[in-house]
């Protein structure tokens, strides 16, 4: 297991830029699968997720290529066959395998998708919308088997009875070479659904309503690409760049952001007293003092993003008073409260679903464990700040999901090394 060191007290200064979004990237990959011409990506996230789904798509005779941040993927000569167990459970968003192999076969033989420890997530709304346009469903010792071979899929309506992403984008892999017109209602309503869209709709689909609570899809016969695909901007990688920053910054410029991505997150930094200049693409975050508490409730977007409740914890351990969390999306992500309190940071959750933070000014490092991708964050944040020298543990979670955050660190004046893993050689 990987291991990040992080010597404290080095103030952040200069540049950084942010990659592209994981989120979109992993749900972009699986899609790749229902072209019927090589595709190609670029601004692709240098994370050990695409490295996972490289293995996948291999397993499936599928043949990808990664340099310099651009991914090609020839779908045109793949195979049905069984997938790796290991690269599956090892991510939750393998799940958009199945409705990539759906929209590709008319049925898809998945193991129970993996990835970070928040406990088992439900994907009753993904098999709502996969028989809703008419495959069954049936599992078997964690293994999904999907299928409509009888009579391929048929369009319908599909009102989802909660907001959810993955629901969201699996149903429209699945329907966007189905017959007819597929409604889905209560669609979600992020950036990167806007994103997966506009690299179908590109390559010949015709999908209408992305970033609206109704989405239309009107099936098509075949898919090909035409033009490289760039992958929209990370929020989250943003976001928790610039919650480093207000906490251990002497003024750093973010690049590479889409500004109203953020709102909700930086409403809650400027409400704080976090000065930003935020510009078309750029964000630049002054040295922060006399920080104020606030309440954040994480929303569905355009709410505030629960990937994002944990990266700013740090930096409410510098408010002068209490700040408050409640976690509406996944109230279990508290994985990194027990880590930061063993560094010194008053914080708690003993109300199940609300965190509770005081001020903390004094922070020391020590060994931590990282139980997810975020909550990794969240550490590497308290690391900086902190006094002397933080080992994070099981540092694997945190390069899932944070493109090349060694060199990036690095730049700003962090002193970090990684132990464990082959960064040159991280991609297959």
């Not at 251990?248 to 200049?277: A, F």
């Not at 006399?290 to 355009?302: D, F, G, Q, S």
Request: charged letters at 20%; aromatic letters at 4%; zero cysteines.
């Amino acid at each position: 297991m990987a291991k990040i060191i992080i010597q404290g007290g080095h103030r952040l200064r200069g540049e950084v830029t942010i990659g592209g979004a994981k989120n979109s990237t992993v749900a972009l990959i699986p899609a790749a699968i229902l072209a019927d011409t090589p595709v190609k990506f670029d601004t692709v996230p240098q994370i050990l997720d695409v490295k996972n789904l490289q293995l996948i798509l291999q397993a499936m005779n599928v043949s990808s290529t990664f340099e310099n941040g651009e991914l090609t993927i020839d779908p045109t000569h793949i195979t049905e066959s069984d997938l790796p167990s290991g690269a599956i459970k090892s991510l939750r968003a393998s799940y958009y395998f199945m409705g990539a192999l759906l929209g590709r076969f008319s049925r898809a033989t998945v193991t129970f998708p993996g990835g970070d420890n928040l406990g088992r997530r439900p994907i009753d709304q993904h098999i709502k919308g996969f028989e809703a346009l008419g495959a069954t469903v049936t599992e078997v010792n964690d293994i999904i088997h999907i299928d409509a071979t009888s009579h391929g899929l048929i369009g319908a309506r599909v009102a989802l009875d909660t907001v959810s992403v993955g629901a969201t984008i699996n149903i429209i892999l699945a329907a966007v070479r189905a017959k007819g017109q597929t409604i889905i209602e209560n669609a979600a309503r992020e950036p990167e659904i806007i994103d997966i869209v506009t690299f179908l709709n590109n390559m010949g689909a015709s999908i209408r309503g992305a970033g609206t609570d109704t989405i239309r899809i009107a099936g098509v016969p075949s898919l090909k690409a035409r033009n490289t695909h760039t992958v929209i901007p990370d929020r989250i990688e943003a976001g928790t760049y610039m919650s480093m920053a207000a906490a251990y910054g002497d003024g750093v410029t973010i690049k590479n952001v889409i500004p109203e991505h953020l709102e909700s997150y930086t409403s809650k930094l400027i409400e704080m007293g976090v000065n930003l200049d935020i510009g078309e693409d750029t964000i630049h975050v002054y040295k922060s003092d006399e920080l104020k508490p606030v309440a954040i409730k994480t929303m569905p977007y355009p709410g505030f993003a629960t990937d994002l409740q944990q990266p700013i914890t740090p930096l409410l351990l510098l408010a002068n008073g209490e700040s408050t969390i409640v976690d509406t999306i996944y109230p279990k992500r508290v994985k990194h409260i027990a880590e930061l309190r063993r560094m010194g940071g008053d914080i708690d959750s003993a109300v199940p679903g609300e965190i509770k933070i005081n001020q903390s000014p004094r922070l020391l490092g020590t060994s931590v464990q990282a139980a997810e991708i975020r909550a990794g964050a969240a550490l590497v944040i308290a690391a900086i700040m902190a006094e002397g020298e933080t080992v994070i543990n099981d540092a694997d979670h945190i390069l899932r999901g944070y493109d090349r955050i060694q060199e990036k660190l690095s730049r700003l004046g962090a002193d970090v090394t990684i132990e464990g893993i082959d960064l040159i050689n991280l991609m297959p």
